[in-house]
């Protein structure tokens, strides 16, 4: 059973290319959330998806950032003309419809991306 | 809004138990948790703890709540070389999905 898989794991972009993130949740999981981990810091929550649906997008910063989970295939996040600040680890997470018993989160091993 | 904080570092010596501390803000939490993250990996749950709860033991791990205070802590005993990691304390309050994190506390242990 495969956990949260994420592509790329490292991505090397120049200012102002975009990087494009894709997360599968774990099989069975209709729910992403996705984190952003700047270095030496914690994990701040970016956005929370459903199938086709934005449910708290209360993280993501107002502009160049888009996050997406279509019907069928991965979630999606978008960074446009990216800046050195947008260097990090991207994580993205997944959970049952129901929540599960717990509410845990399982998370995916990152994608790394660098700005040039 | 919801805060969560750590302290930044922990260094012990192998077979030692380690405390890490977390304080949080959100009275309406309903579950806190101890994700372990290695270095270039993703988070891993090691343990929760439902907050009507006090105390959960789990072999070596022992997560103490302290609602009043607003506090947790993650006691390790007998530390080993292979518990060298990032601990984020994490909890989800009744309203949200999402967990709010803490900074987390880098654990090193010194054989």
């Not at chain 1, 956990?3 to 200012?15: I, S």
């Not at chain 2, 439902?50 to 997560?63: A, E, G, P």
């Not at chain 2, 080993?80 to 994490?90: L, V």
Request: glycine share 8%; aromatic share 10%.
């Amino acid at each position: 059973n495969a956990g949260v898989m994420q592509n790329p794991r490292h991505l090397v972009r120049r200012r102002g290319q975009e990087a494009r993130l894709r997360c599968s949740p774990m099989k069975g999981h209709s729910h992403v959330y996705w984190y952003r981990q700047l270095p030496e810091e914690g994990l701040k929550f970016m956005v929370y998806l459903q199938k086709e649906n934005i449910i708290d997008e209360s993280g993501m910063p107002k502009e160049r950032f888009s996050a997406e989970f279509p019907k069928e295939g991965p979630s999606i996040l978008r960074i446009q003309q990216v800046v050195r600040g947008d260097s990090a680890a991207y994580f993205c997470a997944s959970s049952p419809a129901s929540g599960g018993a717990t509410g845990e989160l399982f998370f995916g091993e990152g994608s790394r991306l660098t700005v040039l | 809004g919801e805060d969560v904080e750590q302290s930044l570092f922990l260094s012990v010596r192998e077979g030692d138990s380690s405390v890490i501390n977390c304080t949080y803000t959100d009275s309406s939490s309903t579950y806190l948790y101890w994700y372990k993250q290695e270095p270039g990996a993703g988070l891993q749950l090691l343990t929760y703890i439902f907050s009507n709860m006090d105390m959960k033991q789990d072999q070596r791990l022992t997560v103490l709540l302290n609602k009043k205070d607003k506090h947790l802590s993650l006691r390790i005993a007998d530390t080993q070389t292979g518990d060298s990691a990032i601990y984020f304390c994490a909890e989800k309050d009744t309203g949200r999905r999402a967990l709010t994190f803490g900074s987390g506390t880098r654990l090193q242990v010194q054989p």
